[in-house]
């Protein structure tokens, strides 16, 4: 099946410090990638859509200066959390979509990456 | 507005013993799926089905999309089926992501 990579999986940062995390689908493009946050014991809550080239949709409550994101090409969208504050401590999934082929509305998800801000 | 339902919240199981989760939606979709959160927080993907039946194994999916739910069955539950479930749907009319239900946490204990 398809695969989609996250770096870094672990993140510890102190107050104010920007970070940055990287997803790759690994064996297949994605013109459409998904950023996701998920706190303990919670569901995963979208805050982005990013298409290949153009920018990204932000979901309601989601600052865009806060969480800059760029996708670049086919493959790879990176999320930067800018002056992060420990607030923005949380699990951050991305996820693309396939494009074409028989199941091409299905997504898959990265393994995600845990950002504890100090 | 629309709504993705998990029943039952929270799970508990013996090994061996069979269950069946629900996710209901509010509005017609164009894709439904159904993941496995394992508890390291990787999402695996159990089932694209936006209608139908699919068979996986030990895991079984059905959605009605005419009465708008999909259950997840699993049989002869084994420890490493325990984590959290998710039913996610793209509903249809222009909507580009897809919403997930709350969840249902399944422990299965030997």
């Known amino acids: 099946g398809a695969v989609v990579s996250q770096h870094p999986s672990w993140v510890i940062c102190k107050s104010g410090t920007s970070v940055k995390i990287e997803c790759r689908s690994l064996d297949f493009q994605a013109t459409t990638m998904f950023w996701y946050r998920q706190f303990p014991k919670q569901s995963l809550m979208l805050m982005a859509t990013?298409?290949?080239?153009?920018?990204?949709?932000?979901e309601q409550g989601v600052e865009k200066d806060k969480f800059l994101i760029n996708h670049a090409s086919l493959t790879l969208s990176t999320l930067t959390v800018t002056s992060a504050h420990p607030e923005d401590s949380s699990f951050y999934i991305c996820s693309a979509r396939v494009a074409g082929g028989p199941e091409r509305e299905t997504q898959y998800f990265g393994p995600g990456t845990r950002l504890l801000v100090l | 507005g629309i709504q993705v339902e998990q029943s039952p919240p929270d799970l508990i199981l013996q090994e061996g013993a069979n269950s069946t989760l629900r996710c209901n939606f509010s509005d017609s979709v164009n894709n439904l799926q159904w993941f496995h959160q394992n508890p390291w927080g990787q999402l695996i993907n159990l089932f694209y089905i936006p209608s139908g039946t699919k068979q996986n194994g030990r895991l079984s999916a059905t959605t009605v999309a005419t009465e708008r739910y999909s259950l997840l069955y699993i049989s002869s539950s084994q420890t490493t089926d325990s984590g959290v479930y998710f039913c996610a749907v793209r509903f249809s009319g222009g909507y580009n992501k897809l919403i997930f239900g709350a969840g249902t946490r399944l422990a299965v204990h030997p």
């Open positions: 990013s298409n290949e080239g153009s920018k990204a949709t932000y």
